[in-house]
């Protein structure tokens, strides 16, 4: 039996944020708003070495700006202004591998980090003073939240003609799942509770899912969404997921995509058994909203399932990981290599292996809050401390001072691992010095500088990298979407000129669209 293809595909939302200098006055001391930040990234595309830019129809080269609305880069990424949380948002081309997807997302930083080192200096000579400082994380201290969203292809068949019946039938299987992976791909925050405590989570989106099954993203978040936008034909659905973390580690981002495709893999090759050991039960939670948050603030905790029995997270994804190793023929080379570090993961937890503190980003943050909270208070928390971050912070004085002090500079630190500066972000030094051990696919910086303007192959994201390409060499002013291509000649009327609804492929005729424009 072949093994399936899928297509992944990740929508980043950054915090974008200007910080002006203390102690000055008038325009020096003025705060940029999220528009008027936006309108500088799109000034800065203009002088910013990034990829050509489709505006108004017209494919440019840093000679015209980003609208608002968005425009798809000629890396067949979007790069577009989110209206809903002021944030500006990266969504990547259509990738055939997760190492493919890790290599996109990582290509939209060094792109935002791009316009945003020119966006500042123009900031700078329009009078304003100060920073601008971009991150790709899921929650600020107003308790705001913004997403990063996940993407998988599903094949339609006789019993799931659509979304909405897809995750009808498998619902009770999706659910366990989601719920508890968190445990491998969370990215970790530190909040501070009702009582005013700071306080570490394993997830930062946890708190922000409302409900198991909705079709909206800006509230009443749901674990599985529903909403029907496939950019696609009849023969596919677009499976999307809100309730992830913006991950930094290449071992996390693997482990979320590719053991989600994984499950999906099994799930269209009729597999649908993931029983509890010992009986004929799918692990069904009781409560999935309130087990979300119970692994988020305790990743040991205990979840009450339907049966009427307890399972901790590894419980369950031990269910859903055996389950692949019993086929593994259904897996691709890579799923296969997904499995293996899944496996490696899970047994990791089992021993508290340190390896944990490298590889994944929730362990990797709370090990540098921790080290960062002993040089705070090196009295109360001495360097031979032991203990998770949660248990140095019950050491602390109870003196809303100290613990108000604590909070404060454990989220300023947080965010410094979430900065996308290659060379001053703390997660990129940490990596730089040996610190961090993610390189599970061995990508070299070269491909992702590659990614910055060439699509990933193999998709229909070459077919809209190639069209762009030919519309600009043939004097045509070429425009794309996911599924259409668009072209006219000077202040003509856009008109559709191809049409490529598969996401693995597609194609347009050059000598066609020409002969049209001949005249």
């Not at 915090?15 to 936006?38: I, K, M, S, V």
């Not at 493919?100 to 980090?113: F, K, N, P, S, W």
């Not at 949660?390 to 989220?411: I, W």
Request: charged share 25%; net charge neutral; hydrophobic share 35%.
């Amino acid at each position: 039996m072949p093994v399936l293809e899928r297509i992944y595909g990740l929508e980043s939302e950054y915090a974008l944020n200007h910080y002006p200098e203390e102690g000055l006055r008038g325009r020096e001391a003025e705060t940029l708003n999220a528009d008027e930040l936006f309108d500088l990234l799109s000034e800065a595309s203009k002088q910013a070495d990034v990829p050509e830019v489709t505006v108004k129809g017209i494919t440019t080269n840093g000679k015209s700006k980003i609208k608002m609305r968005g425009n798809f880069l000629t890396n067949a990424a979007r790069l577009y202004y989110e209206p809903a949380g002021g944030h500006p948002e990266y969504a990547t081309p259509e990738c055939l591998t997760v190492r493919d997807l890790i290599i996109a997302d990582e290509a939209g930083d060094r792109i935002l980090e791009r316009l945003v080192k020119v966006a500042t200096g123009i900031m700078h000579r329009r009078g304003f003073s100060g920073e601008l400082f971009a991150c790709k994380n899921n929650r600020d201290t107003q308790r705001t939240t913004y997403g990063a969203h996940e993407n998988y292809l599903v094949r339609t068949t006789e019993d799931y003609k659509n979304l909405t019946d897809f995750i009808s039938t498998f619902k009770s299987i999706l659910i366990p799942f989601l719920v508890t992976r968190q445990l491998m791909v969370g990215a970790g925050t530190i909040i501070s509770n009702n009582s005013g405590n700071p306080r570490y989570q394993t997830s930062q989106r946890a708190d922000f899912i409302d409900c198991e099954v909705n079709n909206v993203t800006t509230r009443d978040r749901p674990i599985l969404h529903i909403r029907e936008e496939p950019h696609s034909g009849p023969k596919y659905i677009r499976f999307q997921l809100l309730l992830g973390d913006a991950n930094m580690s290449r071992v996390s981002k693997a482990l979320k995509f590719g053991t989600t495709g994984i499950v999906l893999q099994l799930l269209e090759n009729g597999i649908h058994d993931f029983y509890l050991p010992g009986t004929k039960c799918l692990p069904y939670i009781k409560d999935p909203v309130g087990a979300l948050r119970a692994i988020s603030k305790n990743p040991r905790a205990e979840i009450y399932l339907r049966q009427s029995r307890n399972a901790t997270a590894i419980d369950i994804q031990e269910v859903y990981l055996s389950k692949a190793e019993e086929n593994l023929e259904l897996l691709s080379d890579e799923q296969r290599q997904i499995a293996t570090l899944w496996r490696k993961t899970l047994e990791a937890f089992k021993t508290d292996d340190p390896w944990l503190s490298k590889a994944l980003d929730w362990k990797i943050k709370e090990a540098i809050l921790a080290h960062h909270l002993r040089r705070l208070f090196p009295e109360q928390l001495p360097s031979k401390q032991k203990g998770s971050l949660n248990t140095l912070l019950d050491k602390l004085p109870r003196s809303s001072s100290s613990l108000k002090d604590a909070y404060t500079q454990l989220v300023k630190r947080e965010l410094c691992y979430h900065d996308i500066r290659t060379e001053t972000g703390l997660f990129h030094l940490l990596r730089a010095n040996g610190f961090i051990q993610d390189d599970v696919f061995s990508i070299d910086e070269e491909e992702i500088l590659q990614a910055i303007n060439l699509p990933p192959g193999h998709t229909r994201a070459r077919t809209r990298y190639d069209f762009l390409k030919a519309m600009a060499e043939h004097g045509l002013c070429g425009e794309a979407n996911w599924m259409e291509g668009k072209a006219r000649r000077y202040e003509d009327k856009l008109v559709p000129v191809a049409y490529w609804p598969d996401p693995f492929s597609g194609e347009f005729d050059l000598e066609e669209i020409l002969s049209r424009f001949a005249s």
